[in-house]
């Protein structure tokens, strides 16, 4: 009787134990049916990575020029990635100067309406300070002081070979929709100037490079936007950081640069010992000028006589007296501007403190 009873029980929990399993492998077997009903899951594919667009870097030297260094930001902050600025503990003459130095110190204390944009800029600026030079002899410092902006590859890390690089004198600018053209790719026209003997043999005692450095042609003022010469003057320079790589420094670029082949006209201003507020504020920064740059042959009576330099200022006459057949810019003509064709930079026009760069001085201190 047990031994039946037993064999019962073993005989219900087998059947039991099949019907589950049955019941699991219909459960399987109607997912299995179910997923092959359903259409297949579209394939999404990966968008293509979209190339980086060129970025610019822009390369001045700095030498207290606060006005035009804010100028030049305000003009090229909507288009220039980084600016790169140099500042160098000795003037071009050789004469050491007191530490900080006057970017070096804005950019610490950062105190003052004055200088409230250039602040606001901080994070785009890569400034170097250049403390190693040894060099005492005039035009060399001021190229190891522009030699230096190589240094600031060294704290990049997301350059590629197009991006550009703008080299030019803290008041040379050209036009952002210049610069823009390139940026863009868009076909722009250059002009290109024969090549003499001199050109040739300079090109011969250079290293090769296939990239272009294009020249840019700037309406040249003096003083201020009242004042221009009667010829343009070339100066600033735009070259791929590519062909950067190609060139042993800067100094070789600038060098490249007065063999003007190819440059590109009506690009932009280059406003030469414009200075103010005032008339005295502007005599001033001139006479500093004079007795700061590489060009000491000037650096003496009357030259870099406050008189002298008054005269020349409020007369519109060329500071140092060369003529038409001396200087480069030809003869100082009074200049109509105007806003419409893009005769003045636009942050001058709209900007009151730069007043005086239309001529409108304030009054001597």
């Not at 870097?57 to 003009?75: C, K, P, Q």
């Not at 610490?108 to 170097?128: D, K, L, N, W």
């Not at 722009?188 to 001199?198: F, I, K």
């Not at 020349?312 to 100082?332: A, D, V």
Request: net charge neutral; hydrophobic share 40%.
């Amino acid at each position: 009787m047990r031994a039946s009873f037993l064999i019962l029980l073993i005989s219900l929990a087998v059947a039991t134990a099949t019907a589950q399993r049955r019941a699991a492998a219909a459960v399987v077997d109607d997912t299995i049916v179910r997923l092959n009903n359903q259409a297949e899951a579209p394939v999404v594919e990966a968008a293509p990575i979209q190339p980086r667009a060129p970025q610019l870097f822009d390369f001045v030297a700095f030498n207290g020029e606060t006005d035009w260094l804010e100028i030049r930001m305000r003009e090229l902050a909507p288009i220039v990635n980084t600016f790169v600025i140099t500042e160098a503990t000795v003037t071009y003459a050789g004469d050491p100067r007191s530490r900080p130095l006057p970017l070096e110190f804005i950019l610490q204390s950062c105190e003052g309406e004055q200088f409230a944009y250039i602040c606001s800029m901080r994070s785009r600026i890569v400034h170097i300070v250049v403390d190693d030079i040894k060099t005492r002899e005039l035009w060399e410092i001021e190229r190891a002081q522009r030699d230096a902006f190589m240094r600031a590859f060294e704290l990049f890390s997301d350059y590629k070979g197009d991006d550009l690089a703008l080299f030019g004198d803290i008041d040379e600018l050209p036009r952002r929709s210049v610069l823009e053209q390139y940026l863009s790719g868009a076909k722009h026209e250059l002009m290109v100037r024969p090549r003499s003997a001199r050109v040739l043999k300079s090109l011969k005692s250079m290293p090769p490079t296939t990239h272009e450095i294009v020249v840019f042609e700037l309406a040249f003022f003096n003083y201020n936007f009242k004042w221009r010469f009667e010829n343009d003057q070339a100066c600033s320079m735009l070259i791929s950081l590519r062909g950067l790589t190609q060139v042993k420094s800067v100094s070789e670029i600038w060098r490249r640069s007065t063999i003007r082949e190819t440059y590109h006209r009506q690009a932009g201003w280059h406003c030469s010992n414009c200075f103010g507020p005032s008339v005295a504020a502007a005599v001033r920064e001139l006479k500093r000028k004079i007795e700061t740059t590489s060009h000491q042959e000037f650096n003496r009576a009357p030259f870099n006589q406050e008189d002298y330099i008054r005269l020349r200022l409020e007369g519109g006459l060329e500071l140092f007296g060369r003529g038409q057949f001396q200087h480069e810019g030809g003869l100082l003509r009074p200049f109509t501007w105007n806003l419409n064709n893009e005769t003045v930079p636009v942050s001058v026009m709209t900007h009151p403190r730069f007043a005086y760069l239309l001529g409108k001085y304030a009054p001597d201190e």
